[in-house]
């Protein structure tokens, strides 16, 4: 290749480079907006709606989250990681997902009743009927997300996840005043999937062809099959916890869960989440064109990464609960506090299985992640089955406790496979664990002399003084090596040649030739 091909070549990786790392850094941003917008309504909506009506739109929507997984055959991610497509790939895939997605949408209507009558909710039915048009949404979503990924334009999704949230938002505000209740939320959810789905149609260039091969999809429905089966377990895991408590517990009670899920999960949301594109794209490049030890070296990397990042948000929010419920929430709803302060340490766990989750399925290894996430799955419903008829409190410690332990399991088999130092990965923990515990000395002995008097003046104190003593102490001991690693995951997303797409007038002409 000559020069000039040569400096084109960098120039095009440079352009890519910039893209996916300021696309990954305006999804979290974007997160961060969407969170707060939603976060920012919760109050009104908790108060408007009530912890009963809340409870059974929880029970209504694992419902449909389970058939969501299957909705796109798991073709997103197999898609995603081909260099290169066809035309006519592309419309089998999308028509193959769109049936797949209207089928499962028909399915979940009709099979409510029974599940509500099994449930003994009379009003299950109609939510989960309400809620099934999502499934086809996400089918139709399918190809263009798929394009998006390849291409790395991960700021389409920031900005489509904005546009969306505040539409839904809104929306779900003015039902609430309303007077609908449990009706609200399922607005809500609905204007967020159809305004997504229009953003990502538009962004991606989606051109519908009256085309379909079953055989020109066959090879993506095999790394889809294990994505499935992972992702089923990782939603039961996370979902079918809810049915369990609300059946031994009531909705009242599953309310109080719910709400502590969902603010446990903003840390997830807010950094695991919005980096797994970037995880996903940094890992696949790596598995290609770096050696094992660099694999080996990025991983480390991601653990110390993401423990940096989440450790302190997850470790404050248990420590503040007591304050941020009934400051934020309304007196009716202490119930949580305590579900809350438990759920916080699973959070972080969580966490680090989703990441070593992404980091498999970067590598290629979609198999062993699913025989992760059988684990996972299996341990979050044993833990909930056995410990419900205890009490919520009960639930909440045990289900952080074995979260401890499987994430424990998801770095030991990672790191044997791939033949990585365990005191390597271990050590990666270290900023993270000095910071988080120099933060809880430094809450504690605030604590000691706040009278409680007033909740909000106390509350913004603590998370002041949390934030300061944890970033400090991480300058301290460890901004050098987290810059490092910070650069290390931008490098590999430049790492080895761009590969060039391959058009169909282009295998045209090589089976001429």
Not at 115 to 128: C, H, R, S, V
Not at 160 to 172: E, H, K, N, P
Not at 295 to 319: C, E, H, N
Not at 397 to 415: D, K, P, R
Request: hydrophobic fraction near 55%; aromatic fraction near 8%.
């Amino acid at each position: 290749m000559s020069a000039t091909g040569h400096a084109a070549g960098n120039m095009k990786r440079g352009r890519i480079l910039d893209r996916s790392s300021f696309g990954a850094l305006a999804l979290s941003g974007s997160s961060a907006i969407r969170l707060a917008v939603q976060f920012g309504m919760l109050p009104v909506l908790a108060r408007l709606i009530g912890p009963a009506e809340y409870g059974l739109v929880a029970l209504a929507m694992p419902f449909i989250l389970l058939a969501n997984v299957l909705a796109d055959g798991g073709m997103t991610s197999a898609l995603a990681r081909l260099k290169s497509t066809t035309r006519d790939q592309e419309a089998t895939v999308f028509w193959l997902s769109a049936g797949i997605g209207t089928t499962l949408a028909l399915a979940c209507a009709l099979l409510s009743i029974p599940m509500g009558a099994l449930l003994d909710q009379p009003k299950l039915p109609w939510l989960i009927a309400a809620l099934s048009p999502i499934l086809m949404i996400n089918g139709l979503a399918t190809l263009p997300n798929a394009r998006i990924i390849r291409d790395r334009r991960f700021a389409v999704f920031a900005a489509g996840d904005l546009i969306a949230t505040f539409l839904a938002v809104g929306s779900a505000l003015a039902a609430a005043l309303a007077g609908w209740g449990a009706w609200s939320l399922v607005v809500q959810q609905l204007v967020l999937w159809v305004c997504k789905l229009s953003w990502v149609t538009f962004a991606a260039g989606t051109v519908v062809r009256l085309h379909y091969r079953f055989s020109e999809a066959k090879g993506l429905l095999t790394f889809g099959v294990h994505t499935i089966g992972a992702v089923l377990a990782d939603f039961a895991s996370r979902n079918l916890d809810s049915i369990l408590v609300g059946a031994a517990l009531g909705t009242t009670t599953l309310g109080y869960y719910a709400m502590a899920y969902q603010i446990v999960r903003v840390p997830d949301m807010l950094i695991t989440t919005p980096l797994y594109l970037y995880i996903f794209t940094a890992m696949s490049r790596a598995s290609h064109d770096a050696s094992p030890k660099a694999v080996q070296d990025l991983l480390a990397s991601g653990f110390r990464l993401a423990s940096a990042g989440l450790a302190p948000l997850f470790l404050g929010l248990a420590m503040v609960a007591d304050l941020a419920v009934p400051l934020v929430l309304g007196e009716r709803w202490r119930g949580a506090i305590t579900p809350m302060q438990h759920l916080a340490a699973a959070g972080f766990f969580y966490c680090l299985c989703s990441y070593v989750g992404n980091v498999l399925m970067g590598l290629g290894k979609s198999a062993l992640r699913l025989k992760l996430s059988v684990l996972l799955s299996v341990t979050t419903i044993a833990t909930v089955a056995l410990t419900a008829r205890f009490g919520l409190g009960v639930v909440s410690a045990a289900i952080a406790g074995a979260m401890a332990f499987v994430a424990a399991i998801y770095i030991e088999v990672i790191a044997r496979d791939l033949k990585a130092p365990r005191l390597k990965l271990l050590a990666a923990f270290a900023p993270a664990a000095i910071g988080c515990a120099a933060m809880a000395a430094a809450l504690l002995a605030a604590r000691r002399f706040l009278d409680g008097g007033h909740l909000g003046l106390d509350l913004a104190f603590l998370v002041a003084l949390g934030g300061v003593t944890y970033a400090a102490t991480l300058w301290a001991v460890g901004r050098r090596r987290l810059l490092a690693d910070a650069g290390a995951f931008r490098k590999a997303q430049a790492d080895g040649p761009e590969p060039q797409a391959e058009t169909d007038e282009a295998l045209d002409e090589a089976r001429l030739a």
